[in-house]
T-cell receptor
Framework: QQQVKQSPQSLIVQKGGIPIINCAYENTAFDYFPWYQQFPGKGPALLIAIRPDVSEKKEGRFTISFNKSAKQFSLHIMDSQPGDSATYFCAASTNGGGSEKLVFGKGTKLTVNP | EAGVAQSPRYKIIEKRQSVAFWCNPISGHATLYWYQQILGQGPKLLIQFQNNGVVDDSQLPKDRFSAERLKGVDSTLKIQPAKLEDSAVYLC???????????FGPGTRLLVL
C-alpha cells in the first residue's frame, strides 16, 4: 500500500517556467513533509520541509504549499533553471515532527530545457 | 565536513551469492539508516540504528538481509543469498540524532544476475 502518492511521474518545462509537483497522503498521523532532490548517481538531499501547522513555506526559489484538509502538499520551483533538472521525491513521517521513518513517494523526474 | 561514505559504488553478483555493503556516516552522527531504492521508486527504509542499537528493522527481510553497527560508527549491510529482486541502489543515511535531518550517501548500485 502506497502511503504517499506523487504526481506527475515526469515533467518537462522550459527555463524560467514554474514546475509543480504534487503529493497526496492518507495517514493523518503524518506530521513532517520534506522534499528531497536527487541527481543521477547521488543520494537524495533535503531541499525543503514543512510541518502541518503552516500552509506555505518558501526557501529561495522553492515553495511548499500544504493543504491539511485535502491531505495534499506540493512543490513549486520558481524561475526554474537547467540545473534544477533532477528527480524530486516527496516524503512524510509520523515521528513527532522529525524525519524518522520517512515514507517516500515514487519520484518525479524534472527536466528543465534551456 | 565530509559526507556519508559508501562502498563499493557498484556491485554485480549472481543470484544466490552473498554481498556486503559498507557505510561510514558523518562524524558525530548517532543515527544511521539503510534504505533500498528500486529503480523508479523512492527509497524504502530497511533498518535504523541509534548508536549500535537497532531502532527499527520492521521492513528488513531478515531471512536474507542482516546489518550491524558494532561500534556505533561504521555499518555493514549484508545480503545472503541474493535474489534477482534485490537489484537496487542501497543508500546509507545518517543524522545527528533521532528526528534530525537525514544526510544520504551516494549509494551502492547492486545488480543481481
Amino acid at each position: 500500500q502506497q502511503q504517499v502518492k506523487q504526481s506527475p511521474q515526469s515533467l518537462i518545462v522550459q527555463k524560467g517556467g514554474i514546475p509543480i509537483i504534487n503529493c497526496a497522503y492518507e495517514n493523518t498521523a503524518f506530521d513532517y513533509f520534506p522534499w528531497y532532490q536527487q541527481f543521477p548517481g547521488k543520494g537524495p538531499a533535503l531541499l525543503i520541509a514543512i510541518r502541518p501547522d503552516v500552509s506555505e513555506k518558501k526557501e529561495g526559489r522553492f515553495t511548499i504549499s500544504f493543504n491539511k484538509s485535502a491531505k495534499q502538499f506540493s512543490l513549486h520551483i520558481m524561475d526554474s533553471q537547467p540545473g534544477d533538472s533532477a528527480t524530486y521525491f516527496c516524503a512524510a513521517s509520523t515521528n513527532g515532527g522529525g524525519s524518522e521513518k520517512l515514507v517516500f513517494g515514487k519520484g518525479t523526474k524534472l527536466t528543465v530545457n534551456p | 565536513e565530509a559526507g556519508v561514505a559508501q562502498s563499493p559504488r557498484y556491485k554485480i553478483i549472481e543470484k544466490r551469492q552473498s554481498v556486503a555493503f559498507w557505510c561510514n556516516p558523518i562524524s558525530g552522527h548517532a543515527t544511521l539508516y539503510w534504505y533500498q531504492q528500486i529503480l523508479g521508486q523512492g527509497p524504502k527504509l530497511l533498518i535504523q540504528f541509534q548508536n549500535n542499537g537497532v531502532v527499527d528493522d520492521s521492513q528488513l527481510p531478515k531471512d536474507r538481509f542482516s546489518a550491524e553497527r558494532l561500534k556505533g560508527v561504521d555499518s555493514t549491510l549484508k545480503i545472503q543469498p541474493a535474489k534477482l529482486e534485490d537489484s537496487a541502489v542501497y543508500l546509507c543515511a545518517s543524522s545527528l540524532g533521532r528526528g534530525e535531518t537525514q544526510y544520504f550517501g551516494p549509494g551502492t548500485r547492486l545488480l543481481v544476475l
